[in-house]
């Protein structure tokens, strides 16, 4: 046969191959969060999936923007905002009447993951005049 050629292994005929290995792979892997060995592992608090509207709050409680909360565990949150890139790396989240003191501990595209540093100042209870405005957002 004249003008046959032995298949050859190109770079489109092996990611093909990477994608159904990935998909065998994936197929014996454990479905439960719980038994996975990943991040998720590592993370002192079960971290929970919710949508609820929140405030960066940062440069002595002047400035604000506005983000949404996606994950959020005892110890720390993901958050997502487009504007995420002109947040500090040390702020507050303001969330139900309540300033929570975090650290970003990464960034990818319009998310951060947040830690929580200490106890959660309320807005209603503080004696400090700066909080008053906090106090009409709830």
């Avoid at 909360?69 to 890139?85: C, L, M, Q, V, Y």
């Avoid at 139900?96 to 595209?109: D, F, I, P, S």
Wanted: hydrophobic share 35%.
């Amino acid at each position: 046969m004249t003008g046959h050629r032995a298949p050859s292994r190109s770079w489109g005929v092996a990611i093909g191959l990477r994608f159904v290995h990935r998909i065998a792979r994936s197929s014996a892997r454990p479905r439960d969060r719980r038994e996975m060995t990943n991040v998720d592992d590592r993370r002192i608090a079960l971290r929970k999936r919710t949508l609820r509207a929140a405030k960066i709050v940062f440069g002595d409680y002047r400035y604000t923007i506005d983000c949404v909360i996606r994950d959020r565990s005892e110890t720390g949150a993901r958050i997502r905002s487009p504007n995420a890139a002109d947040a500090p790396n040390d702020f507050y989240l303001f969330e139900t009447g309540q300033l929570l003191k975090c650290h970003v501990m990464w960034r990818r595209g319009d998310e951060m993951g947040l830690h929580f540093e200490g106890e959660p100042i309320s807005v209603h209870e503080s004696a400090d005049p700066r909080l008053s405005r906090f106090r009409f957002m709830t």
